[in-house]
């Protein structure tokens, strides 16, 4: 699976920003898809996934209520609505994809996208 990033930019806390992730390659339907961000640093952290096919999501407790994943299966993208930005959430945002099953352990994410970069500002 190929992954491609998109959408990150400069804001300010309080705003909103979604980014997005174009799929391609191969099919996917039964891949869970995610967003995982690294912070300069840091390690590489679990953000939100989807399960393709059902559409169950799963967050991370720092995100909860703020982010929202969806996908498009129109278009073989993924979604990460972010709203009310912290500084905290200053990062770079991977997506990925695990043709196995949900997980928050990056080892066993099989597909990286590039990373998009997403700074907001105090």
């Known amino acids: 699976v190929q992954l491609q990033a998109s959408g990150g930019g400069l804001v300010q806390a309080g705003d909103s920003l979604r980014l997005s992730c174009a799929a391609s390659g191969r099919t996917f339907s039964s891949y869970v898809m995610g967003w995982f961000r690294q912070a300069p640093g840091k390690e590489r952290e679990f953000v939100a996934a989807i399960i393709w096919s059902t559409g169950r999501t799963y967050y991370a407790d720092s995100v909860k209520g703020r982010f929202t994943i969806s996908r498009d299966k129109a278009k073989d993208t993924v979604h990460l609505q972010m709203n009310s930005l912290k500084p905290e959430d200053t990062a770079v945002y991977y997506c990925?994809?695990?043709?196995?099953?949900?997980?928050?352990?990056?080892?066993?994410?099989?597909?990286w996208g590039q990373g998009t970069l997403v700074t907001v500002s105090s």
């Open positions: 990925a994809a695990n043709a196995n099953y949900f997980s928050t352990d990056v080892q066993t994410w099989d597909s």
